[in-house]
Every structure is written in structure tokens, then in C-alpha cells.
């Protein structure tokens, strides 16, 4: 029984030591694609969920975070490099309820399970949500899908915590929020909001 629980393990941090591999392998391209261009939160997709594990990753600078997804039996792998954006600089940890979002567009290793680059991770309280998106004039979703109805406590700052002194509009937006409303677009009150201000 001894020996069977020996092999198990080294098949487990095989299957790791693998599992790395393949995304290092295609890493150059994801930091040749990525210098010098803005976030676009068409090509975003979040993952909500609990960390449930956290390993070094290719070098010092990298980790390798594993979240079990919500409202889904499945487990994701996300690489968290000095390139990912983690919001108010939050020191991850197992157990913290998070939202990270991946490039689409980017090339991920066809593995299991599955493993991508986190371009931004947010902490999340719980019932809390959270969506990046680009907003109109009218504080309206891209693909109509949210309408942001602001209020005096309504915090508006940017992605260094300062705060933004203008309306939010035409903006790329990262939004926290408890409840919507079942309309479409589904309306919301936002706590938060986060400014991805374009760089000049």
C-alpha cells in the first residue's frame, strides 16, 4: 500500500511539473503579444472563485494559483506573473474568494486541467460580483448585457486608487456590485467602480 501511495504522489507532481511546461513554452508569445497594449475587455473572460492552492511558478516572480470555479465542478490553474494586475495589490491567499480575467485570444496549452495567464485578479466579499466592461456615455454595456446607475456613495477611482474626477463614460470599467435587476439590460448599483484610464 506504501509503494501504490509513492507512485501516486510522483505521478501528481508529474502531472504538474507538465502541466507548467506547456505554458511556459508558449509564454514568450503571451509577453511579445502583450508589450505595449492596452487592456481590451472584449477578449476578457472571468473565472469567480475559491483558491484552493498556490505554487511557485517557472521563476521568483510567478505563481501558479488553483480555483475552483463557481456554479461549476471544475478546477482552473491560473499563472500570475509581475505582469497581472492584482487590484489594491492583495497578497493571495488559499481560501480567498477571487475574480480573474484571461485573454481569449491568447494561445493556452491544450491541458487538463485547464490552465491560462491572469491578466487581472480582484478580491471578491461574499455575494459580491464583479465585471469589466466597456461602458457608453449612457453607463451602458458594450453588449448591452449591464446598465450602471451611480449614486453619491458610489466609489469611482482608478486602477492606483486615486480618484476619478469625471463621469466614467466611454471608459473600460471594472465594476462591483450585490444585485441586478432582471431587466435588459439588467440595471445595477454599483459600490465600486474601477477606472482603466488609457495610457498617455
Keep these: ?86 487590484i489594491d495589490n492583495v497578497r493571495l491567499r488559499r481560501g480567498m474568494r477571487i475574480a480573474a480575467f484571461y485573454d481569449t485570444s491568447l494561445p493556452a496549452p491544450a491541458i487538463f486541467p485547464p490552465q491560462y495567464q491572469a491578466e487581472l485578479i480582484t478580491s471578491l466579499r461574499r455575494n459580491q460580483n464583479v465585471d469589466f466592461k466597456y461602458f457608453d456615455e449612457t453607463l451602458t454595456a458594450e453588449d448591452n448585457s449591464l446598465r450602471l446607475n451611480l449614486t453619491p456613495l458610489t466609489n469611482i477611482e482608478t486602477a492606483n486608487g486615486q480618484r476619478f474626477l469625471c463621469s466614467p463614460g466611454n471608459s473600460q470599467l471594472l465594476v462591483y456590485y450585490t444585485a441586478a435587476t432582471f431587466s435588459i439590460p439588467a440595471q445595477v448599483t454599483p459600490q465600486k467602480i474601477i477606472v482603466m484610464c488609457p495610457k498617455e
Excluded at 501511495?5 to 506547456?22: A, C, M, P, W
Excluded at 510567478?62 to 480555483?67: D, G, N, P, S, Y
Design 1 to 86: 500500500m506504501f509503494n501504490i501511495l509513492q507512485q501516486i504522489g510522483k505521478n501528481e507532481k508529474k502531472s504538474y511539473k507538465n502541466t507548467e511546461h506547456h505554458f511556459f513554452q508558449i509564454y514568450p508569445y503571451y509577453k511579445e503579444k502583450r508589450h505595449g497594449e492596452k487592456m481590451d475587455s472584449s477578449v476578457y473572460k472571468k473565472v469567480t472563485g475559491m483558491i484552493e492552492n498556490i505554487r511557485r511558478g517557472d521563476s521568483c516572480c510567478t505563481q501558479m494559483i488553483l480555483v475552483r470555479a463557481e456554479n461549476r465542478d471544475e478546477e482552473i490553474w491560473f499563472v500570475v506573473s509581475g505582469d497581472t494586475m492584482v
